[in-house]
């Protein structure tokens, strides 16, 4: 009996950055790092204060390449932004527009602080 060959379709390019991308905590410059074959290619910049005896963590600005934008990138630093609030038991503050839109969208997933 012979065996057929099962192809694999070709993996999309948004699939191969998702499994080639890493997002790094750079507590240093207050910011995550997308990092892609050795290349940082995107920033999500936050600061943190302790108010009411919380700390809340604001999120200031995400910032991708434009060639690596619309492969779910900035979400994936999202998501490592949210790990760490919770984490830290803190509060999100969003300033930056991307964060605002991704949480409009998710409501919920993270304690949110006064604007």
Not at 11 to 16: F, G, R
Not at 44 to 52: C, F, I, P, R
Not at 72 to 79: D, I, K, S
Request: glycine share 8%; hydrophobic share 35%.
């Amino acid at each position: 009996m012979q065996r057929k060959h099962q192809h694999r379709p070709p993996q999309s390019a948004q699939a191969i950055l998702q499994q080639i991308a890493q997002v790094v905590h750079n507590p240093d410059r207050d910011r995550f790092e997308l990092w892609v074959a050795g290349d940082l290619v995107g920033v999500l910049g936050y600061s943190t204060e302790v108010s009411e005896g919380k700390p809340t963590i604001t999120i200031l600005h995400t910032v991708l390449y434009d060639e690596y934008t619309g492969h779910g990138l900035g979400t994936r630093l999202m998501v490592g932004a949210i790990a760490y609030v919770r984490d830290q038991g803190a509060r999100l503050r969003p300033v930056c527009s991307f964060t605002k839109s991704y949480l409009d969208s998710h409501p919920g997933i993270v304690p949110l602080a006064p604007a």
